[in-house]
């Protein structure tokens, strides 16, 4: 008798530890990994929230001494906002030759876009805005970030639960989230080209502002990421692939 109930026993202490080998759980160091990427991942989702919601996507600015006066206007606009700044000409570094920068003092006229509401195109120094490119560019904007709380709701799965089966669609989603950002960014751009073709009665200077330089480092970044954790979560599948090997040797 004392035979079969030790001959159960030891079955049942190996049914255990091929189920703990089973659900295998991260250690201290891959977590800590997995913290690292996160912040780099978190990083790029700030500097995408601070692009995406500031209206200085672009400066538009006339020729300063377009209008012969003292004063000069200068625009710049975003996603959803766009703004008139009129601006002293004795501000303006004299080797300029054009209005600005925004960031000067002046008197500032803002408005939120309609393109979301009415459908109405906005304009801006006589020329007209292309209202299904800036809503594309918006959407794009949008759509990576829902992606990005995607991923981050992952990780913090992954994280809570202590298991990897997360680590690969939180890749996924950062790394698809980047790439939408920067396809918002040349969206954004086309929808300036047209902008500025559709009239040539004032001649405008155009540039690029910080909120695009920080989007696209937040595009960058976020790709980073969701490399990061696509590689972090290799060594877990090589290893539940070896899993089958391992049971079937012993």
Known sequence: MSMWSNFFVQQDEEGRGRGQRRTHKMSDSQEGKIKLAFFVSIVGVTLTVLGVGTEFWVELAQPKNFSSNQTCQTAHYGLWKGCIRTLWVADIDPERTSCGPAELPGESNCTYFKFFTSGENAVIFRKTTNKNLNLAAAILALMSLTMMVMGSICITMSLSKGVPFFLKPASFCFILSGILVLLSILVFHQSVLALLSSDHSIPLHHELSWSV?????????????????????????????????RDSAT
């Open 213 to 245: 330089a920080c989007v696209g480092s937040a595009g960058a970044i976020l790709i980073i990421g969701g490399i990061l954790f696509l590689i972090l979560s290799l060594p877990f599948s090589i290893w539940q692939r070896c899993l089958p090997h």
